[in-house]
């Protein structure tokens, strides 16, 4: 298991869709959420994503393939 430090900035199209949602049904990806800011042109979320690696991997590619901009922040948190 670990935990992965990340910032997603959400375009505008992206705001209103449930994209942490699925990550949790889809990945088995569970997201913390530390920090987040949203208003009518941008949204952005700081957060950890927690699961295994390989789920984890697999959601950040998915949610950049969707449009969302994925920032990777600090090291990697193992527990």
Do not use: Y
């Given at each position: 298991?670990?935990?992965?430090?990340?910032?997603?900035?959400?375009?505008?199209?992206?705001?209103?869709?449930?994209?942490?949602?699925r990550?949790?049904?889809?990945?088995?990806?569970?997201?913390?959420?530390r920090?987040?800011?949203?208003?009518?042109?941008?949204?952005w979320?700081?957060?950890?994503?927690g699961?295994?690696?390989?789920?984890?991997?697999?959601?950040?590619?998915?949610?950049?393939?969707?449009g969302?901009?994925?920032?990777?922040?600090?090291?990697?948190?193992?527990?």
């Amino acid at each position: 298991m670990i935990n992965v430090r990340v910032k997603l900035t959400f375009p505008e199209h992206l705001i209103k869709q449930p994209l942490l949602g699925r990550l949790v049904r889809e990945f088995d990806v569970l997201p913390n959420i530390r920090r987040a800011n949203i208003d009518e042109k941008v949204g952005w979320v700081v957060c950890e994503l927690g699961g295994e690696d390989e789920s984890v991997e697999k959601a950040i590619g998915w949610l950049e393939g969707a449009g969302v901009q994925v920032d990777r922040l600090g090291d990697i948190v193992e527990s």
